[in-house]
């Protein structure tokens, strides 16, 4: 490899690092937990070694810099972390400014959600595209906005909050103080909570034997029983499509975009809740119903996945009259956000 | 001037065309009727004989093009109106093939919105900002989106349809398809509507009043009825800005633009709405709250015009940590779709 750059994925419970060639490979992958509760410094500590020990391996090959994905808010010009649930005692702490002055290199932070966009954009199911949504259901619901190519970050760089667009106006409070936020109804928490809701109102059998056998009740379980045919399973992720589905047709008649990304933990689930995403978008965007991909069995999750990465069918989708909107999985996983953020220097460094 | 260019705004009663020059000066107005009865050709001759006389005038100063508003949708690769509701048997017509060959110059179609959008960017309430969005309040809820300077098309030039939001999942049937847009709630069409069911529901015995003996029983008759104090006209408008609140809310999650301007001739009861809007914002939009204007008078009407307008306030704005967001009234009135109109070539002819 000529170059190469450094990505971290700098969750509340892991910390990931990866050595990523300009080609998109990955050369090398460290997982550590984060050891939250010793304190920043200490993270901050274990990550620097971290980075350091993998960028010794190649000290022959020019290291661009090192991009961080982080859960939160950061404020783009400072480098400083305004606001992170998951990481306390961080807020309005010097990150990127502390680790330049340890590893004397670029360090470029960014929000999670936008760096997993990226990494799809980059080398994942919108590889073909550069502009891009992209969806993370997780915890929580994340989103990243990618245009012409690089991440949008809006005038603070707080854009890509697609999670927090009201569905119900008077609906579940959110974290954010808002009623009805999709997070609320497409997060795998909310998966949990509204099986909690189905056992509370009708007993629903199946859902209550799992939730008091099973130690960790959790969106997974959930999506089994949904593919054993429990009804009230596959009601509750028909609930999380339906409100995907309002998201995505104001995001699609907003923006345009040819392609939206869905991915994050919860998006395994994707056989039980696109359906009706689906569903809704054709009764609730007239941009979608304009520009679908005229084969609707190419929306089933098999074929809408073959059409970004078989060559053959993307060809046929651009063969229309014009470019259709394309809504499919995430093909990265977990491994988004690191591509996303090694990216991020590799970009950088193109624009000096 | 040095140079100039024609400015169309085709609607389906109004034909309007002006000669701006690149300072955005406009030398020249012609206002006609769209005789939409007599059919396409004829609307199109009265338009290219318009345009003719007006460039004549100016014969001497190069014509840079003609830029045209529509309603409705266009296909921007070949030019052709592809649906437009308010110019029936236009669907399909090359109309700028026909209109370059008549006038022998460069002819830019765009969706009326959307050149009221970069008009308000390039002179009016947004001009000090490169990134905007505008919702125009009129017969529908229009909606047009700028970045970079210029017009954001999308994929397909559908974007910008911020109307056609979803706001209640299971409201209102819009003529879209969908159930519940925006639009249904918050256009000068909707505020009749919400008029004659409060007049159904409960009496609402002004606004009966006003029904009766008003043969043009419209949204600015009920605007009058609110600001002389009429608790169901209030209540109506009240509801406009809750629903603007909402879409205002998810426009400043997902893209954090630094300013959104409200237009359209329904935009005049920017004192019975706009309260509500400010309310539904701090409420939910956690980038709104971390970027509002720290001033709360700087939310009433007045002082948010002064803001835009005033360079003092201007910059007391930028002083703070960061960029603010602005919610403010359109500058421009009906002209906005003009100078928007005619600034499509100018940009067409920098990239050149």
Request: proline share 3%; hydrophobic share 40%; with cysteine.
């Amino acid at each position: 490899m000529n170059k190469f750059s450094i990505g971290v994925d700098l969750g509340g419970t892991n910390l990931r690092i990866a050595a990523v060639d300009e080609q998109g490979k990955l050369v090398e992958k460290v997982t550590l937990g984060t050891k939250v509760s010793l304190g920043r410094d200490h993270v901050i500590g274990d990550m620097c070694d971290a980075i350091q020990r993998t960028s010794e391996k190649f000290r022959d090959t020019p290291l661009l810099g090192i991009g961080i994905g982080v859960p939160g808010i950061i404020d783009m010009q400072t480098g400083l972390l305004r606001e992170s649930p998951n990481l306390p005692g961080w807020a309005d702490y010097p990150v990127r400014a502390e680790i330049e002055r340890r590893l004397k290199t670029i360090v470029i932070l960014e929000n999670d959600a936008n760096v997993a966009a990226l990494g799809e954009k980059w080398l994942g199911a919108a590889k073909d595209f550069s502009d891009m949504a992209m969806l993370t259901l997780g915890t929580g619901v994340g989103g990243g906005l990618v245009l012409g190519g690089e991440i949008w970050r809006g005038a603070n760089g707080m854009a890509g909050e697609f999670g927090h667009t009201t569905v119900e106006p008077e609906g579940q409070l959110c974290g954010c103080g808002n009623r009805g936020c999709l997070e609320q109804y497409a997060s795998a928490t909310a998966v949990v909570r509204m099986a909690r809701e189905a056992i509370a109102a009708s007993g629903g059998s199946a859902l209550a034997r799992a939730a008091n056998s099973d130690s960790e009740f959790s969106s997974k379980s959930i999506y089994n029983l949904a593919i054993q045919g429990d009804e009230d399973a596959r009601r509750i992720f028909r609930n999380v499509g339906r409100y995907l589905g309002i998201v995505l047709s104001a995001m699609i008649n907003s923006l345009n975009l040819p392609i939206y990304v869905i991915g994050g933990g919860a998006s395994s689930a994707w056989d039980a809740f696109s359906p009706s995403i689906f569903e809704e978008l054709r009764r609730r965007s007239f941009v979608y119903v304009a520009t679908a991909p005229r084969d609707p069995a190419g929306q089933s999750p098999a074929t809408t996945r073959a059409r970004v990465t078989n060559e053959g069918a993307s060809a046929h989708i651009d063969a229309g009259t014009g470019r259709k909107t394309i809504i499919t999985r995430a093909l990265l996983g977990s491994d988004a956000g690191l591509y996303g953020a090694a990216r991020l220097p590799m970009l950088e460094q193109a624009k000096r």
